[in-house]
């Protein structure tokens, strides 16, 4: 399981990835004073992540009743698709930058949004 899966804050995410751990099995082995270490975190933060990276591990298994519902997607993942389709121009820097870069390939709006008058 990646870490980007983790239900954690953003920030612990962040600080995980930034070390160097991408996966759980990359700080399983780890006691929390070390991961602490690393992260610039406190003992207590360190051990919760690491009980949530225990118990996400079991889910990942799916060995148990509970788990990820099939074909859900959480927002990490949603992002992380949307940054991979292109986007189009308009070569107005300051609208591009508004839009997130341009208008974006993957899907049109929803009905109303006012993409005829931008266009």
Request: proline share 3%; glycine share 14%.
């Amino acid at each position: 399981m990646e870490v980007g899966r983790l239900p954690i804050s953003a920030s612990q995410r962040s600080k995980l990835i930034a070390a160097g751990y991408t996966t759980l099995s990359s700080f399983s082995s780890l006691s929390p004073s070390h991961l602490a270490r690393d992260l610039k975190i406190s003992d207590n933060e360190a051990a919760e992540i690491m009980r949530v990276a225990s118990h996400g591990h079991r889910l990942d298994g799916s060995a148990g009743g509970c788990g990820t519902v099939n074909g859900a997607q959480t927002a990490w993942d949603m992002l992380h698709e949307e940054e991979m389709f292109p986007r189009i121009t308009t070569s107005c820097e300051d609208l591009d930058n508004i839009l997130g870069g341009g208008i974006n390939c993957k899907e049109g709006g929803v009905p109303g949004i006012g993409k005829t008058q931008l266009g």
